[in-house]
Every structure is written in C-alpha cells, then in structure tokens.
C-alpha cells in the first residue's frame, strides 16, 4: 500500500496479508444501524422496480444487492475489484457477481436500468472515469446514485483543537485518495447531463467509539499519520492521551458527513 492509499480503505483487500478480516469488517459496518439506514436510502434513490436490472460497483459481500433482489424483486449484478469479496458475495448467494474494475466496466453500453457505487469514489483512481463507466452502462431513463462520505465535514471533541484538525486533515487530504469529493458529486453528474438530481446529507455521530472504532480505527489515525511523516510522534502520543481522556469522560465526540447523490440519466434528443 502506498502512502497516497488509503489507511482503513477498501481498495487493496487481496493484497493484505488476512484478507478476510476485511469481510469482518464489512459485516460490522453493515450491522451499525446509521449505515444500515442509508444504504437502504440509496437503493430507494435508484428507484428500482420489479424485474429491472441493476449494477452495484465495489459491492464487498454483495448484501446490497442481496437486498436489493429481495427489497423490490429486481436482480442485481455486482462487481467488485477484490477477488476475496467476489467470493464471498457468491457463497453468501449471490450468483451475478464478477471480479471487475470500475474503471472499465466488462458490460455494453445502456446495459442496465441502473448503477450505484457507496463509498467507493473515495478510493478510486481516477472517479470521473469511473462515473464515466457507470453512465455508459446505463439506459437513457436509468438512474444513478452515489454515495461517500465527505472528510471536508469532520469535527472532532478533543482538548486540542489544533492537533484534532490536522490530524482530520491527514485523513481527509492523505489517508484516502478522494475523501472531500462526496459534496461535489451533484456537480459532475450535472456536468454530465444528469437530471432530476437529489442529494441528501446523513451525518454520522460517534459518541461511543467503542461501537465503530474497530471499523473506523479512529483512535490510531494519529500515529499512522506519524508513521508517514505528517505529524510527529509526540503529537501522536498526545492525540490518543487526549482521545481516551475524552471517552473516559463522557465527551467524546466525532462526526462526519455522508452525501447521497443521484440522478436520472437523459434521453437522446
């Protein structure tokens, strides 16, 4: 993993040295309750009816989709760039799923009645060529929908505001490679023609990281930061001090915010 890679992402699962820690990881994700909640709002903003086709793009375990078949009675294909999710997703059910890149979507053009990708943007390469992809396998009428979250919204209840913020910054600006484009997603789907645009903000709120940490690892981006030469360790030592002083006693707090973007694709004049 390079230092430009993210430092909890989701991008490089095979090349860990236990990739199935990551389906763990996954699993917990997907029993929080606020992420429960969204990603069944997501899927409403595809709009899918019964019998239509869908495409989820960096699907992990492939729940999604399973929910999406068993929600509204429409299929699904999922891709992920991860052997090990592709997987699991097939043993977990789901037979319509492929080891693919978004960067290059192996589907003909209008294939599908709709495409989503959540939390993947963040880690892409390259997101406007990903966006790209999914327009391209999209019918005219089809919808997209997106979502991530938005590092540019962090806040963080520590003593030090100033050490808080940079060590935020880090994972905003280093730790992933596009962690502050979640708000500007209904700009390049309007960039692209989409219409019939929605976005809507759910904000996480930690305040028990007991609950997502070992998800999240927010108590150790301090000292990754320092182990890749943005904060000294001093800094890291006394950011953790002050992290477990703030839970201790009972004021801790971190937030941040998801966006969820979708839109309709246009018919050719």
């Not at 390469?125 to 979502?147: F, K, N, S, Y």
């Not at 600006?173 to 759910?202: K, P």
């Not at 950011?239 to 969820?260: H, K, N, P, W």
């Amino acid at each position: 993993m390079s230092d430009q890679g993210p430092a909890h992402g989701f991008t490089s699962v095979d090349a860990q040295s236990r990739p199935g820690d990551w389906v763990r990881v996954l699993d917990r994700v997907g029993a929080e309750p606020f992420y429960a909640a969204y990603k069944q709002r997501l899927q409403e903003l595809l709009r899918p009816t019964a019998g239509g086709l869908f495409l989820e793009v960096g699907a992990g375990t492939g729940d999604a989709a399973l929910a999406l078949r068993s929600r509204w009675g429409a299929e699904a294909v999922a891709v992920d760039s991860s052997s090990t999710m592709v997987a699991q997703a097939r043993a977990r059910g789901l037979t319509r799923a492929a080891v693919a890149d978004g960067h290059q979507l192996p589907f003909r053009g209008g294939r599908f009645d709709g495409a989503w990708a959540d939390r993947v943007l963040q880690h892409v390469a390259d997101p406007d060529r990903v966006l790209d992809e999914l327009l391209r396998v999209v019918r005219p009428g089809g919808r997209i929908a997106l979502a991530d979250p938005d590092y540019d919204t962090q806040v963080l209840d520590i003593d030090d505001q100033d050490l808080a913020r940079r060590v935020l910054r880090y994972r905003a600006d280093v730790s992933l490679r596009n962690g502050t484009l979640a708000h500007r997603h209904a700009g390049l789907l309007t960039a692209r023609g989409l219409r019939d645009l929605t976005v809507e903000a759910r904000t996480l709120v930690v305040r028990d990281p007991s609950a997502v940490d070992n998800v999240m690892g927010l108590r150790t981006w301090a000292h990754t930061a320092a182990a890749r030469g943005h904060l000294g360790l001093t800094d890291a030592d006394r950011f953790v001090v002050q992290f477990d002083e703030a839970v201790r006693t009972g004021g801790f707090t971190y937030a941040v915010t998801f966006f969820l973007t979708a839109g309709t694709l246009p018919h050719p004049l």
